[in-house]
């Protein structure tokens, strides 16, 4: 039970599960990075580094979805439907986008940021869009941090045993 920690909660559940085939996909990805995208291992830093930016996004995205049990209930299946989404929408090729359509992309919906912003700061060398991507990982960190206090307050209030005098 990780409620019964002294220790805060989310990070735990964060990293109560691991995928051993994760270890490989890393691996194999470096590899796919130099030996057919003929890239420079010198750019790997930058690579490692916009791909930690895009795991956070996704993380905080289904943190925040997984939240949505704090208030509706039965929504585990609506928050997988949402995370689904997000990771179809995220690897989805951004040329046929609208701008209103990036937008949402970037801000709503954070998917933008998962592949669309670190695949082109990487291709560009353009560290405005490093500081965007590091930017949206920690703003959307934070919120879904503090959606999860939120909902974790809510939860635990629920749960006391009300006096009556």
């Known amino acids: 039970m990780v409620l019964g920690r002294p220790r805060h909660p989310l990070p735990a559940l964060l990293l ?7 270890l490989g996909d890393m691996v194999s990805g470096v590899l796919f990075w130099t030996v057919f995208a003929h890239r420079h291992l010198a750019e790997l830093p930058l690579l490692l580094l916009v791909g930690t930016l895009g795991a956070i996004v996704v ?3 289904a943190t925040l979805f ?3 049990a704090f208030w509706l209930s039965g929504a585990a299946v609506l928050a997988e439907e949402l995370f ?3 990771m179809m929408v995220a690897y989805y090729p951004e040329n046929p986008f609208s701008f209103a359509v990036r ?3 970037l801000t709503v919906f954070p998917a933008g940021f998962v592949a669309m912003l670190p695949a082109e700061a990487v291709r560009d060398a353009d560290p405005r869009k490093l500081v965007a ?3 949206a990982a920690l703003v959307y960190a934070g919120l879904a941090w503090l959606v999860f206090e939120r909902g974790l307050r809510r939860y635990t209030s629920g749960s006391r ?5």
């Open 16 to 22: 109560s599960q691991s995928i051993p085939a994760g």
């Open 59 to 61: 993380s905080a995205s």
């Open 133 to 135: 991507c590091a930017a």
């Open 84 to 86: 689904e989404m997000f």
């Open 161 to 165: 045993i009300i006096e009556l005098r």
């Open 103 to 105: 937008l949402l992309l």
């Open 66 to 68: 997984q939240c949505l």
